[in-house]
């Protein structure tokens, strides 16, 4: 047991790497296959690719239940786990299901957030990645639920980005907007995230400001003293 044991916590070290590797190959097929359109063939090639990956990243997630053992046993280690794996579990709870694959993008942040550890980090974190990386699988999800219906006013990548920036940003032009059920899914779970981001964003801002504030202040006391 104690080998088994010690072969998982070497695991859950290394594995990052691989698996934020394999979140950006999951978000790219599924960009391929909107963007590009290919030949049925390959279509169904990206289609087992992907569901390799979410595969591996679901298999992850086991080896974490097993890796944490009896601590799942308590409230409070169940809990523990809840907060140390809730984003593992969602990039693969949500994905599971075709027309939620805009998800995906979880997988992505997923495999990045354990290399942003700091507040500082994990500023960056929100602004330079999570952000671009909704508005873009955002925009991939919309246009192909809308692309070439009767009506649509959302046909091209350029539209789906426009109506993904105004959408995040609460801006709401109105001279781009999806008719279809999955669509408006799409719409209303980008606003959500758009508005969880920008608060996240905000107060991880306000804490850093006040942090460093209260460094100031320390520092001076120390001085006059």
Do not use: C
């Amino acid at each position: 047991m104690s080998s088994i044991r010690r072969a998982l916590d070497t695991y859950v070290e290394r594995v990052e790497h691989v698996l934020l590797v394999l979140g950006f190959v999951f978000l790219g097929t599924y960009a391929y296959q909107v963007l590009a359109e290919p030949p049925a063939a390959i279509y169904e090639v990206l289609d087992v690719v992907g569901l390799v990956i979410y595969l591996v990243f679901a298999f992850d997630l086991v080896l974490r239940v097993v890796h944490s053992g009896k601590k799942l046993t308590t409230i409070s280690g169940f809990l523990d786990f809840l907060k140390h794996n809730w984003l593992s579990i969602a990039a693969v709870a949500l994905p599971a299901f075709r027309t939620l694959r805009v998800f995906g993008v979880l997988l992505v942040i997923r495999g990045l957030a354990p290399f942003f550890r700091t507040r500082a980090s994990r500023v960056g974190l929100i602004v330079g990645v999570s952000l671009p990386l909704t508005l873009f699988t955002a925009a991939i999800a919309v246009l192909e639920s809308e692309r070439g219906l009767p009506g649509s006013n959302i046909n091209s990548f350029g539209d789906a980005i426009w109506w993904s920036i105004a959408s995040v940003t609460t801006v709401g032009y109105g001279d781009k907007f999806p008719l279809t059920p999955d669509g408006r899914f799409v719409a209303s779970i980008l606003m959500v995230v758009g508005i969880g981001l920008f608060s996240a964003l905000t107060a991880l801002l306000a804490a850093w400001v006040l942090g460093e504030r209260r460094l100031e202040l320390e520092s001076e006391r120390q001085e006059n003293e």
